[in-house]
């Protein structure tokens, strides 16, 4: 399916720095060294109940390990799917009595609008489940030829048995792992399973749900690790430099990934790094579709908020971090993004290449943007306070903020 529209990343001078990020499989801080084409591929929306904070919150994280590396003069190979077909949407779908491609599609259409407003960079392949389906299946056949999937009542599960290296992504113990499986999206009470963890590789076809030919496999639809495994190994191959997304999907998501990936290929990990983001929450609760404590980006902007406050207010946190979301926040933002303006309008002002170094810096950090903010603040409280006689450095902070972190000033 089609992205959305990129916005343009400024050059600016000097050289950028090399990522240090922390890589969850590892536990530590690794310093990436993609090729001169960097690979990522980024968990995308389930689409319905698009787009909230929490989300805009994970895509802003792999949004700045995209422009530190275009910084780098590094190119960028970005893959993220959208899971348009899946127990959750579909159940969306029959609650509020709509038909479930249409509630994908205005969803989706809603996400591509919001990261357009954010200033996201767009993938370069924006793949859907449904559109995957071709490439999924022969994939599930290849992993039950190996003796790594089996059949239950017409399903397909894989056996996590077959990779020895299953749990190297979230090192959870086996307690934690069915707890968290139970919670999201596993059956890990289904008797006749080998493991309980085991995830489900292609449900065979259910009356009245959507259902797809799987060839020697019946009829059905895929599994979603199986879907994130088929959409990554298709576009980027194995032992791409990152794969992203929020904290929860470490497990059972990125683990059951690597898994069917390294049963598929022989190699472990997928990715050379996972990187994960915090959950954004409100009112003491994770941020999700399913509690509905929701505070969507659309809403902001529908009301007048400049997408480019929201987009700070991101920023204001460290991508690790769990944080909430509160009005308090967005009204720093407001703030924060006026004082900007003000001191970039002017034709000069205190030298520029100090701030555009310490930005670097910061991101090339794990990503630290909220030092990299604090850096421009300082500029900023420079600048109003007694200004400085630097022609052009207003403009270059400006094109550093555009480019280094998607704000526009
Ligand atoms: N389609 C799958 C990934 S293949 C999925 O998890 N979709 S999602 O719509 O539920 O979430 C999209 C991304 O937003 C995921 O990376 C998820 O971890 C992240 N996310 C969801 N809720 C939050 C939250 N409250 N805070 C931060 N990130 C969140
Ligand atoms: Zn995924």
Known sequence: MHAWPASEVPALPGQGRDLRIHDTATGDLVTLAPGPVARI???????????????AATYNAFDLVQRVW????????????????????????????????????KETAL????MTALRMLPPRHYIGAVEAIPG???????????????????????????????GGVSHLDAAAMRLLSAERGGDPDRPGKKNPLDPMLWMAAREGEPSWDGASLGRGRPGWHIECVAIALDHLGMGFDVQGGGSDLAFPHHEMGASHAQALTGEFP?????VHAGMVGLDGEKMSKSKGNLVFVSALRREGVDP???RLALLAHHYRSDWEWTDQVLRDAVARLERWRAAVSRPDGPPAEAVVEEIREALANDL????ALDA?????????????????APGVVSRAVDALMGVAL
Not at 90 to 98: F, G, K, P
Not at 111 to 114: K, L, N, S, T
Not at 152 to 157: I, R
């Open 308 to 310: 480019a406050a929201i």
């Open 111 to 114: 996400f591509r609008e919001d």
């Open 376 to 392: 421009v603040d300082r500029w900023a409280a420079l600048q109003q306070e007694s200004g400085g006689t630097d022609e052009g």
């Open 41 to 55: 591929y980024v968990c995308g929306i389930t689409p319905y109940d698009a787009t909230h904070m929490g989300h």
């Open 368 to 371: 630290d943007s909220p030092a």
């Open 270 to 274: 997928m990715a050379k790094a996972y």
């Open 70 to 105: 275009l910084d780098t003069k590094r190119q960028v190979h970005y893959v993220q799917n959208v899971t348009d077909v899946d127990d959750p949407l579909l159940e969306r779908a029959l609650r509020d009595d709509v038909d479930w491609t249409a509630l994908a599609e």
């Open 136 to 166: 999924i299946v022969p994939l599930v056949e290849r992993l039950r030829d190996a003796g790594a999937a089996y059949e239950l009542e017409g399903d397909t599960y894989f056996s996590v048995e077959a990779d020895p290296h299953f």
